[in-house]
T-cell receptor
Framework: NAGVTQTPKFQVLKTGQSMTLQCAQDMNHNSMYWYRQDPGMGLRLIYYSASEGTTDKGEVPNGYNVSRLNKREFSLRLESAAPSQTSVYFC?????????????FGPGTRLTVT | AQKVTQAQTEISVVEKEDVTLDCVYETRDTTYYLFWYKQPPSGELVFLIRRNSFDEQNEISGRYSWNFQKSTSSFNFTITASQVVDSAVYFCALSEAQSGGSYIPTFGRGTSLIVHP
């Protein structure tokens, strides 16, 4: 079991460029999440997908789009990157959208926008 | 609305010292879950423990222990005889289980623990 995998691990973009962060899980989980982590801010939810075919906004969705490609994969797209999107991005999953379940995290993608 | 406060931004200790990481939460729900996660320097967050709002029993796992007190809305984490490998950022999180609540956890801002040899 690889758990949750993310690609790429590191990325440098110029302002205005676009890119897609990929996430996949092999635990047959229904729910998947994208967070960003900034110094002193903890983890903030960008988007989530409660189940295949659904996506919803989190706390900080502006500037991002997501696609739940299938049950395994949940991608995050930056259409026009801005320096404010410099951050570490984490994908997570859990069996279903219930308060009881802990989340399983990927290794993160460190994104720098210049 | 739920809220999690980890007032300690950074704690520095010398190996073998005991250290307590504080977590204070706010919620109007009577059914909720509290979590602790560890983020070592490698970066990946790892789940440590879950506690539900009806179970105030303290828990001990090796050198780790957790003290849940509903009266003070706190869920503190103590590491006994700290080791260099305990150096990490620790996050407390809260999720609400009742209808209308947020099933998705809200995370505190984290406490960075540095254990010096």
């Amino acid at each position: 079991n690889a758990g949750v995998t993310q690609t790429p691990k590191f990325q440098v973009l110029k302002t205005g460029q676009s890119m897609t962060l990929q996430c996949a899980q092999d635990m047959n989980h229904n729910s998947m999440y994208w967070y960003r982590q900034d110094p002193g801010m903890g983890l903030r939810l960008i988007y989530y997908s409660a189940s295949e075919g659904t996506t919803d906004k989190g706390e900080v969705p502006n500037g991002y789009n997501v696609s739940r490609l299938n049950k395994r994969e949940f991608s995050l797209r930056l259409e026009s990157a801005a320096p404010s999107q410099t951050s570490v991005y984490f994908c997570a999953s859990n069996p279903t959208l219930q308060a009881y379940y802990e989340q399983y995290f990927g290794p993160g993608t460190r994104l720098t926008v210049t | 609305a739920q809220k999690v406060t980890q007032a300690q931004t950074e704690i520095s200790v010398v190996e073998k010292e005991d250290v307590t990481l504080d977590c204070v939460y706010e919620t109007r729900d009577t059914t909720y879950y509290l979590f602790w996660y560890k983020q070592p320097p490698s970066g990946e967050l790892v789940f440590l423990i879950r506690r539900n709002s009806f179970d105030e029993q303290n828990e001990i796992s090796g050198r780790y222990s957790w003290n849940f007190q509903k009266s003070t809305s706190s869920f503190n984490f103590t590491i006994t005889a700290s080791q260099v490998v305990d150096s990490a950022v620790y996050f407390c999180a809260l999720s609400e289980a009742q209808s209308g609540g947020s099933y998705i956890p809200t995370f505190g801002r984290g406490t960075s623990l540095i254990v010096h040899p």
